[in-house]
């Protein structure tokens, strides 16, 4: 039983009803009456709430699915920019390398 007064509207009773009699197919849709259940330390919490009050865990799982691939993503913007420094540096360091190849034929050419 419900903590406190909770009001169906009539669309929730006619979604029950068609529900019951296969006339329409269930959504993939959370409940806003229940309370979310965090799956790593098990505590309550509101079904507004996006994180665990407690661990600060992911409630949602679109949630949870954005912000893996959003690190996915992130991971691999990273890996484009430490490939792309290290082509710079190999060219700063070839570029080095031949200054001091000029800087020595210089030198030998002055003795």
Excluded at 56 to 62: A, D, E, H, P, Y
Aim: with cysteine; proline share 1%; aromatic share 2%.
């Amino acid at each position: 039983m419900l903590a406190h007064y909770e009001h169906l509207a009539n669309s929730d009773q006619e979604d029950a009803v068609l529900k019951l009699h296969n006339l329409k197919k269930d959504e993939p849709q959370e409940s806003i009456l229940f309370s979310k259940i965090c799956t790593s330390c098990k505590s309550r919490n509101t079904s507004d709430q996006s994180y665990c009050m407690k661990c600060g865990n992911v409630l949602s799982k679109q949630l949870a699915k954005i912000r893996e691939a959003r690190k996915e993503s992130r991971n691999s913007d990273v890996k484009k920019l430490e490939q792309k420094v290290s082509r710079k540096i190999n060219n700063i360091e070839s570029l080095l390398a031949e200054q001091q190849k000029l800087i020595r034929e210089l030198v030998d050419e002055r003795k």
